[in-house]
């Protein structure tokens, strides 16, 4: 079975500081990898995923992450935080034939000071 | 712009009425989804639907029902609100680009914020 879990329900960082969210994953199968953005009072949008092309996955808002197969990661990260930056994140997986099945983690919520 | 909308952001209702979820996707997806997101559990899927009229359960379905008579509209149904339904309610949307999963994604609504008092 696919399970996946986020280390740290709260992340928090200066403004202009790396930003490093952990994701860690176990499946079966080759996974697909997405993580999605909850921004306050919306709801979830996709910031990138993993569908066994590039291990490094380039996102929106300047977000990227890695697969690495061999720690079963898929932690997301970003150079330089930005205010705008604070909401919820969360790592998702699913079986790599079907992404209509997904397996949310619990979520990290990113603080941004300044 | 994919766009799923809900009906309410906001509902407040008493312990044994009946609670209609709306939900509206404007981009002809064959798939909706209704999900629970409640803090430190994340998002747990309550019910899906590949089709009008087809349904099926997800991972937590008990205490919920679900209708979608039409393509573009799935609606989540609380047959008796109880408080331990009080929680944000998310309905998501996507294709079945004949399995290319690579290119599938959920198309989110902004969520109903229901609490059972």
């Known amino acids: 079975a696919q399970s996946v879990t986020q280390l740290g329900s709260h992340v928090s960082v200066s403004e202009g500081a790396l930003v490093l969210l952990r994701c860690n994953y176990s499946?079966?199968?080759?996974?697909?990898l997405f993580w999605y953005v909850q921004y306050p009072n919306q709801g979830l949008q996709l910031l990138l995923k993993y569908t066994s092309a590039a291990t490094l996955v380039k996102g929106i808002n300047g977000f990227e992450a890695e697969f690495k197969k061999s720690e079963t990661s898929f932690h997301l990260t970003k150079p330089s935080a930005h205010m705008s930056d604070a909401a919820e994140y969360f790592c998702?997986?699913?079986?790599?034939?079907?992404?209509?099945?997904?397996?949310f983690g619990t979520g990290t919520r990113l603080q941004v000071f300044p | 712009d994919v766009k799923v909308t809900q009906s309410s952001r906001y509902l407040v209702k008493r312990t044994g009425e009946k609670v209609f979820l709306e939900c509206v996707q404007d981009?002809?997806?064959?798939?909706m989804f209704w999900y629970r997101q409640d803090p430190g559990l994340g998002l747990r899927l309550i019910y899906f639907?590949?089709?009008?009229?087809?349904?099926e359960k997800g991972d937590i379905p008990e205490g919920y029902s679900v209708s979608r008579e039409k393509k573009e509209r799935f609606s989540l149904i609380l047959e008796s609100a109880s408080t331990n339904q009080t929680s944000m309610y998310l309905c998501?949307?996507?294709?079945?680009?004949?399995?290319?999963?690579?290119?599938?994604?959920?198309?989110f609504g902004p969520g109903t914020r229901l609490t059972v008092l």
């Open positions: 639907s590949y089709d009008v009229k087809m349904k």
């Open positions: 998702v997986v699913s079986l790599s034939y079907n992404t209509d099945k997904l397996i």
């Open positions: 998501a949307s996507s294709i079945i680009p004949n399995w290319d999963a690579s290119t599938d994604t959920q198309y």
């Open positions: 981009m002809d997806h064959e798939n």
């Open positions: 499946s079966s199968v080759p996974p697909y």
